[in-house]
């Protein structure tokens, strides 16, 4: 386990092996080492296409052998915060607390915590997750579901869908990639009554599954109301708490690119016709390229990009404009296709590495997302920094248009690197 030394910044080597002597799938494409006397493959398109399909990073192996062992001990039940008792909320259903002016966000991340942490284990929300949605979505789903959960003084605990999508062994849920949400053991689910969705239930235990949630509609306008916002990002830092294994792995792959926590900007390229006919107009390559290098002229120490794509011809194109442009890309070991028939973002065999780039783009220097997509606001919400930290500073890139295009998120100044050491608070 490497926890220690995932949460430091690892040294960068002194010098990049070439692709044919490593079995990473990290593009290690640096012009500062391929010069005109060393030149790299002379099929550069081709070069990537074998990095990303065929070789295998030694990281991604570690999902097979990883334990859902937890990293963080729960301890006894805590009180709710002072400040956080007796507010009035935003909507009829959901915890949307109107919050004081000298409210801190670790003190809404301690009410959140607090009421998962009862001191009587007797009021239940049981969650089967069978959404189809991919995990940007679903987990804002969810995020609502305890907003659902707290409002009506219950613990949220996940409980086994047949469909088995992010987990294929015990306990065949998100707990497999993220930390218990709870301290209270599984109650009988003889008692279990479905959830009314809409209306205030007296039984103890209830259970909601995420399809019918979302079908339900009860939860349209809370977006607005939670857009965001503290609690949002407190929601969130709950629910998506890494297993130790997934920070592990993160850390793998950053020792393979030579880079530490922070030390990159993470960018997100979504190109795939599904998507694309979905919202009507995404970004172009170019405008990634251009928001891209904007970025790296902001920081202007950093010349490493943590590349996250479902498309292998981006990747390609990527790293070619990395060769030209003088900077480094990085990218997990994931199954890549053009089309998204295959729906990889709700596959058990892919959710490792969709937790793993969820944790390192919310530890990036910077995050460069599509606005239409639901990956964007999920990785903006787990940027919540620790202590006195506050929501991540985020502009957008227009290119030529006066439409949004590009989210650039940024964690608030002196939070960086404090997310992981306070994972389990």
């Known amino acids: 386990m ?18 044919s002597e490593t079995t990473s ?86 009410g959140v915590r607090a009421s998962q942490q009862p001191a009587t284990c007797r009021r239940y929300m049981l969650l089967q997750d069978d959404s189809k949605a991919g995990l940007g979505y679903d987990g804002h789903l969810i995020a609502l579901v305890l907003s659902l ?39 009988d689910l003889k008692l279990a009554v479905p959830h009314s969705l809409g209306h205030t239930d007296s039984a103890d235990i209830v259970t909601i599954g995420t399809e019918a949630f979302y079908q339900s509609n009860m939860w349209y306008g809370t977006g607005n109301m939670l ?27 950053l020792d393979e690119c030579g880079v530490g926590f922070g030390e990159y900007i993470s960018v997100h390229v979504r190109e795939s016709p599904e998507k694309a006919q979905e919202v ?26 943590q590349l996250q794509t479902a498309n292998p011809q981006s990747l390609n194109r990527f790293v070619e404009i990395a060769r030209q442009k003088a900077f480094r890309v990085c990218f997990t070991d994931n199954r890549r296709e053009v089309d998204e028939t295959n729906k990889f973002s709700t596959s058990s065999v892919d959710a490792p590495a969709l937790s793993t780039n969820a944790l390192l783009a919310a530890n990036a220097a910077a ?26 500073e985020i502009d957008f890139y227009s290119g030529r248009t006066s439409r949004r295009k590009l989210a650039i998120a940024r964690p608030s100044k002196g939070g960086l690197g404090l997310r992981l050491a306070n994972q389990g608070s």
């Open 149 to 187: 959960a707290m409002r009506e003084n219950r613990v949220l605990l996940e409980i086994e869908h047949p469909n088995r999508h992010w987990c294929a062994r015990p306990p065949y849920t998100l707990q497999c990639l993220y930390e218990p949400w709870t301290h209270c053991p599984m109650p």
């Open 227 to 253: 857009a965001n916002s503290v609690t949002l990002h407190a929601l969130e830092a709950h629910l998506f708490r890494p297993r130790p294994w997934v920070v592990e792995m993160a850390g793998c792959y």
């Open 367 to 392: 995050f460069i997302s599509p606005v239409d997509s639901a990956w964007t606001p999920f990785v903006q919400a787990l940027m919540h920094t620790s202590g006195a930290g506050t929501l991540p």
């Open 2 to 19: 490497m926890l220690a030394g995932a949460l430091a910044p690892v040294a960068r080597p002194a010098s990049l092996v070439r692709p």
């Open 280 to 305: 009507g107009q995404l970004p172009t390559f170019d405008e990634y390229v251009d928001a891209t290098l904007q970025e790296l002229r902001r920081h202007r120490d950093l010349r490493v990009v």
């Open 25 to 110: 799938a990290l593009v290690q494409l640096d012009p500062s080492v391929y010069g005109p006397e060393d030149p790299p493959t002379a099929d550069p398109a081709g070069t990537s296409v074998a990095l990303a399909q065929s070789q295998q990073s030694k990281c991604s192996r570690l999902a097979a052998n990883s334990s859902t062992s937890s990293g963080s001990s729960w301890a006894r039940p805590v009180a709710m915060p002072a400040q956080l008792v007796g507010l009035a909320h935003r909507h009829p259903h959901f915890w949307t607390p109107v919050l004081a002016g000298n409210t801190t966000a670790e003190s809404v991340r301690a």
